[in-house]
T-cell receptor, first 111, second 115 residues
């Protein structure tokens, strides 16, 4: 079974721009979660989607948003990018057993 | 609310020696606990998980962890370290069941293997 895939793997943007990251979960998984990883703050939960509905979100500003499609693929959007948004963004999918399986991540650099 | 504390941001052991990575958690409800490993420029790989069944959990690559409720601990061990074990290790907690709550991670422990 294929794992979680994330595209693109690397991205360079400038301040003020917006960016969209994509995540395809493991086949059959309906829950998708997003995390931000930075050297200073570590791994932080952004939000979780299940059957196209956001069920939970972490403590991030409204510039961070997401959505999930009927095929469980998910996108994450960050608007008005700031230098501090530079991070590794990780997507994880989960089936019935509440175990999250992570993708390789998208490395976002904001200049 | 949940929190995770990993004692020691860096742990160095000799090849063949015991690996012990410490994790203490706090949770207002019975928790699910996880250990993940991250190699450079990669995502997180699940090593093992505790979901209220057996307290001694065996994972991949020879790792195991024991859930001790009285000590609120979930330490990761491996009897004999291998050079390929060098990586960043993360302990994580989430409220048991439901699936909507995100994982709360510790700050991570960088495991160094000395030849």
């Amino acid at each position: 079974k294929a794992g979680v895939t994330q595209t693109p793997r690397y991205l360079i943007k400038t301040r003020g721009q917006q960016v969209t990251l994509s995540c395809s979960p493991i086949s059959g998984h309906r829950s998708v979660s997003w995390y931000q990883q930075t050297p200073g703050q570590g791994l932080q939960f952004l939000f979780e989607y299940f059957s196209e509905t956001q069920r939970n979100k972490g403590n991030f500003p409204g510039r961070f948003s997401g959505r999930q499609f009927s095929n469980s693929r998910s996108e994450m959007n960050v608007s008005t990018l700031e230098l501090g948004d530079s991070a590794l963004y990780l997507c994880a999918s989960s089936g019935e057993a509440d175990t999250q399986y992570f993708g390789p991540g998208t490395r976002l650099t904001v200049l | 609310a949940q929190s995770v504390t990993q004692l020691g941001s860096h742990v160095s052991v000799s090849e063949g020696a015991l690996v012990l990575l410490r994790c203490n958690y706090s949770s207002s409800v019975p928790p699910y606990l996880f250990w993940y490993v991250q190699y450079p420029n990669q995502g997180l790989q699940l090593l093992l998980k505790y979901t209220s069944a057996a307290t001694l959990v065996k994972g991949i690559n020879g790792f195991e962890a024991e859930f001790k409720k009285s000590e609120t601990s979930f330490h990761l061990t491996k009897p004999s370290a291998h050079m390929s074990d060098a990586a960043e290790y993360f302990c994580a907690v989430t409220p048991g069941g439901g699936g909507a709550d995100g994982l709360t991670f510790g700050k991570g422990t960088h495991l160094i293997i000395q030849p």
